[in-house]
């Protein structure tokens, strides 16, 4: 289990997953704009949320920078306290009462 990777197939799975995961953003947008309930429009924004933090973590890996690893974290905590917002706007009509 000590054997080191193939850096060649290394950058080619890593590309592979950029491509699905964007395609998954087009996918989800799709939904967010199509979506037929509010509901569904939130659930595709948290998944372009969660897709982007994986695109961040992939470019990290792929650029070998450390920063985009701190820039995954901040969008996934703006994410989530964005998708908590809309959420109780969709159920309550209102964010901050």
Known sequence: MSEATDPALLETVISAALVIVSGLCVLCSYRVIRGPTNP?????????ATNVVAI????ALQTERGLFLTVSLVLAIIGFIATVAVAKFVTEG???E
Do not use: S
């Not at 569904?40 to 372009?48: M, P």
């Not at 961040?56 to 470019?59: H, K, P």
């Open 40 to 48: 569904d429009r939130v659930v595709a924004l948290d998944a372009i």
């Open 56 to 59: 961040a973590v992939l470019f």
């Open 94 to 96: 209102e964010v901050i």
